[in-house]
């Protein structure tokens, strides 16, 4: 079993959809949660940055992290054509190694 | 501006050959990473440095070599060692040495086996 589960997709929404991705994941020492955006050819972005547990926005962007379920998610609204990439999930440790795991990436058009 | 430069783009590799992969940063952080991204693994960490002159074995050390000589620039080199080489090569950055800091990306090498 991987440490991050993500579902890899596609997933294809029409322009103006609330887009809602997540990944699960084993570890209860992971307490950063990070969603980078990687669009074709080019290096990932970081999108959102949260420490535990709890909500956090950005603009049309939210991140959430459920650690009681070891769930997080990010929500998308208003999708835009420019919002079609690869996104990626990625969480870290306090203790021990402290390396940055990242889940497959979950590949997303917005249809206009 | 700020940021993290990989060189070449795209580089292509003969049969035996070993390749270096360039990566540049002018943001002054103390740590850099080396990923390798296949189609539907996500990233996996190769090499790590969190000082100069100081570098740790990732997940996937086997066929690649690092070195740190200076802050901004943290060179991997595919030896011939490496059967596989084929991937999407991620460089990244982070102020401090992991703890809870982001890490952030350049725009990649795309290497390929000739």
């Known amino acids: 079993q991987k440490e991050v589960e993500q579902d890899p997709g596609p997933l294809s929404v029409p322009e103006g959809a609330i887009v809602s991705l997540n990944c699960t994941y084993s570890?209860?020492?992971?307490?950063?949660f990070m969603w980078y955006r990687q669009y074709s050819r080019k290096g990932p972005e970081l999108l959102m940055y949260t420490y535990s547990s709890g909500n956090k926005e950005d603009g049309r962007f939210t991140a959430q992290v459920d650690k009681s379920s070891k769930y997080i998610s990010l929500f998308i609204r208003d999708s835009q054509p420019s919002d079609s990439a690869t996104y990626l999930c990625?969480?870290?440790?306090?203790?021990?190694?402290?390396?940055?795991?990242f889940g497959q990436g979950t590949r997303l058009t917005i249809n206009p | 501006d700020g940021g993290i430069t990989q060189s070449p783009k795209y580089l292509f590799r003969k049969e035996g050959q070993n390749v270096t992969l360039s990566c540049e940063q002018n943001?002054?952080?103390?740590?850099m990473y080396w990923y390798r991204q296949d189609p539907g693994q996500g990233l996996r960490l190769i090499y790590y440095s969190q000082i100069v002159n100081d570098f740790q074995k990732g997940d996937i050390a086997e066929g690649y070599s690092v070195s740190r000589e200076k802050k901004e620039s943290f060179p991997l080199t595919v030896t011939s060692a490496q059967k596989n080489p084929t991937a999407f090569y991620l460089c990244a950055s982070s102020i401090a040495r992991f703890g809870n800091q982001p890490q952030h990306f350049g725009d990649g090498t795309r290497l390929s086996i000739l």
């Open positions: 570890n209860s020492a992971f307490q950063y």
């Open positions: 990625a969480m870290m440790a306090i203790q021990g190694a402290q390396k940055l795991v």
């Open positions: 943001l002054n952080h103390d740590a």
